[in-house]
């Protein structure tokens, strides 16, 4: 078992787009490995390479690992290639931004594309915390966090109680 550090805010890092990752080399397996150790310690139920300080679109979850049995899911360059309309919104919080949350809208239900660790291409229909966590971590790819999905009173509200909690 191998801990990463996790990258907080303001860090550069988190504000980046991230590149595809091509080859699945045993580099990319061991970085998947230390991502879900680094999750199931924080805890947390989902980590985006860019918050370990890996620049790739890769990201790891498991939204119900807390209430059952645990469910690990890696997703190598993963696209959302279809959402509902319907939207809802929820309370994130995020391992970068301990301390704080944030009531950001997501799409209801979402559909994904990803390659997994086999590179295999695997496709699935996500409702309820999944869906919200995918777009999360797939947020996290394109250098996106939770606050610059919010209203900039809200994104200062959230700072100012980030920076307080620090
Ligand atoms: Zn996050």
Not at 6 to 28: A, F, H, K, N, Y
Not at 54 to 79: H, Y
Not at 89 to 104: F, W, Y
Not at 125 to 136: I, K, V
Request: glycine share 6%.
């Amino acid at each position: 078992m191998s801990l990463r550090e996790i990258v907080l805010w303001p860090d550069d890092r988190l504000s980046q787009m991230c590149t595809p990752v091509g080859e699945i080399t045993e580099d990319v397996r061991g970085l998947a490995q230390d991502m879900l150790d680094t999750m199931y310690a924080a805890p947390g139920r989902g980590l985006a390479a860019p918050q370990v300080g890996v620049l790739a679109r890769l990201f790891v979850m498991d939204p119900s690992w807390k209430e059952g049995t645990p469910a690990p899911v890696v997703c190598i360059n993963p696209n959302l290639v279809w959402h509902s309309d319907a939207t809802v919104v929820s309370s994130e919080g995020c391992l970068s931004l301990p301390g704080v949350t944030a009531d950001v809208p997501r799409a209801e239900t979402v559909r994904m594309v990803w390659t997994d660790l086999d590179g295999v291409v695997q496709e699935a229909e996500l409702t309820g915390f999944a869906a919200l966590c995918a777009q999360h971590e797939i947020d996290h790819l394109d250098g996106l966090m939770t606050l610059d999905r919010l209203a900039d009173a809200d994104r200062d509200r959230l700072l100012a109680a980030y920076e307080a909690a620090r």
